[in-house]
């Protein structure tokens, strides 16, 4: 069986945790998997042998069912975002790294080596900013090495020292209230924040209607960016409501078909932007395949991308999660308006000011996608609750 298979065996159904599996490469993974330390592995009738009198039936498994086919891997591996895989295998990577460099083991790691490696990424300047991992990019860390060790078949390090060490940290930053002691979050794009946003949009060309109706079909579905640059011609039908818009919700692995209503205002109407846009895109003749596509600077919907000859991106000309972000960015940047934008603003946004307008939590979360128990969408609205359900309110002081 190969290292990637032993890696990435599944262990029972009652012990299978929800974490990342990350496609890391032989030179991430130092210490050989150990296939025998999975724990109970699912055992079928076949794999019962004759025992001694009052013992327990022992289960005899071969090399082929460890196995797994290069088909196999790539699709438990597609079950993690790219994102992600890429995010935990550079954690990996630079632990595996410095393990090297202190002779120290990385798996199966002792909680002593954890915590020493914690300790190291908080006090050790990042080459991007100069500065040691914050708190979160931290945890992420942790979370990254955790899961090694059970994709492996090894129980988890002992984490109690590498947590002291995080908390220690922690508290170093608040009290010397450096901006890291904050999780950072996306501001949140509300109807008067896009107003500003849209009100130096152009749309008497593509590019503006385009960037108009991404802002306001992505704020209406409370689509992450790359759940929205997804959306494909099909999959948006006109109704006598507005439009009927699904999207694939890749973290809870469902459809949702999102109700796309008329806007009081029609500088900030969804259903008006979007009518117009794909109205301009049937002008241009692109009456089906993806949504938001890219478009050139003489405003022209851009031919296929190519390198050394041949094609790279979508030949159909869709637009990257990347660079929906960036219009949102851009389109904050040039309104004026300060704050930590991305395209997550958008998402954001439509929780906070859903939550403000009274609409249930559970609605909310429904319609925009987010799993059971989000702790992220908690957060958001707590950030409306702790003023409108404050103990102070009403109190007559």
Known sequence: ??????ELAVAAADEVVDAELVDEGPALFPVPADPGRHPRPFIDDADWTPAAAGTAPQA?????DRHLSPETVAAIEESAAASTRRAYGADRAAFAAWCAEEERVPVPATGETVAE???????TPRKRTGKPAGPST???AMSAVTTWHEEQGHPKPNMRGARAVLNAYKDRL?????????????TAALPAQIRAMLAGVDRSTLAGQRNATLVLVGFAT????????ALDRAAVVETEHGYDVTLYRKKVRKYTTNAILYGSDAATCPVRALRAYLAALDAAGRTEGPVFVRVDRWDRIAPPMTRRGRTIGDPAGRMTAEAAAEVVERLAVAAGLSG???????????A???RAAGHDPLEIARAGGWVDGSRVLARYMDDVDRVKNSPLVGIGL
């Open 340 to 350: 930590d934008w991305s395209g997550h603003s958008l998402r954001r946004g439509f």
């Open 222 to 229: 409370a689509a992450r960016v790359s759940e929205l640059v």
């Open 1 to 6: 069986m190969s290292e990637t298979g032993r």
């Open 117 to 123: 490696w914690v300790r190291h990424l908080t006090v």
């Open 138 to 140: 931290i945890e992420r």
């Open 352 to 354: 906070t000011a859903a």
């Open 174 to 186: 608040a009290e010397g209230k450096a901006e890291a002691a904050r999780a950072r979050q996306a």
């Open 60 to 64: 005899v498994h071969t090399d082929r």
